[in-house]
């Protein structure tokens, strides 16, 4: 297979094949990986005037690659952290060509050599009890926003699921009534109900009424909710 017609046909295996079949990796994970591919693009576009089907596998060299993510930082503005994440997703393809395009393994080599970046590491900060108690009441529970609001407030208190987890559920995660709990896919592909979750979804289910939680829900227009 030329060099020329490889790469895009590198970069679908990945995707198709390695992550979504083989490692049948979260929705998480893989927008994550795209957004990688998709800034690298636009950056080859940039800089090696080449669209995305007419790039090769020498074209993404060390050099280039360095270059990219000090793009990332300077002129996108990411942090060290961002990098990070943009090099593993780099880091975990060069790994698929080193076994099916072993005629790269020393360019997958050079790449998988480079080193995440230092950054330090901030002190997590929590809330405290008034600060929950005084988000919890904020929320006008005579309009069904405010309902909505504050389920999904309660929610997040009860279970720490992410911000992206929260807006990806859907109403057929949340279980009401005897043994009420809720169902969230994580990065692993089982992730069993914790009983932390079934005490969140308990008291979802006594302080908001199954058909207000309901009509909450199945009115909300953002993105990421849905019915």
């Not at 046909?9 to 490692?23: I, K």
Request: aromatic share 8%.
């Amino acid at each position: 297979m030329k060099g020329a017609s490889q790469f895009p046909t590198l970069l679908e295996s990945f995707f198709m094949d390695r992550l979504m079949r083989q490692r049948q990796a979260s929705p998480h994970t893989i927008a994550s990986y795209r957004d990688t591919f998709r800034l690298l693009m636009q950056y080859a576009q940039q800089r090696l005037h080449k669209t995305s089907s007419q790039l090769t596998v020498p074209d993404m060299d060390t050099p280039f690659l360095g270059a990219f993510l000090d793009h990332l930082e300077k002129d996108r503005d990411n942090s060290a952290r961002s990098r990070n994440v943009r090099l593993a997703a780099l880091h975990s393809f060069f790994r698929f060509v080193a076994l099916h395009a072993p005629e790269y393994n020393a360019l997958a080599r050079r790449v998988l050599a480079m080193q995440s970046k230092r950054y330090v590491r901030r002190p997590i900060c929590f809330l405290t009890p008034v600060e929950i108690e005084a988000l919890l009441t904020a929320p006008d529970l005579s309009t069904w926003s405010g309902r909505r609001d504050r389920a999904l407030l309660l929610l997040a208190v009860q279970t720490g699921l992410r911000a992206s987890e929260l807006t990806g559920l859907r109403c057929k995660d949340i279980v009401l009534g005897a043994g009420a709990h809720v169902q969230q896919r994580t990065k692993n592909p089982v992730h069993p109900t914790s009983q932390r979750h079934r005490r969140g979804a308990a008291q979802l289910a006594a302080r908001t009424s199954r058909s207000s939680f309901r009509s909450s829900f199945s009115n909300h227009t953002r993105p990421g909710i849905r019915s």
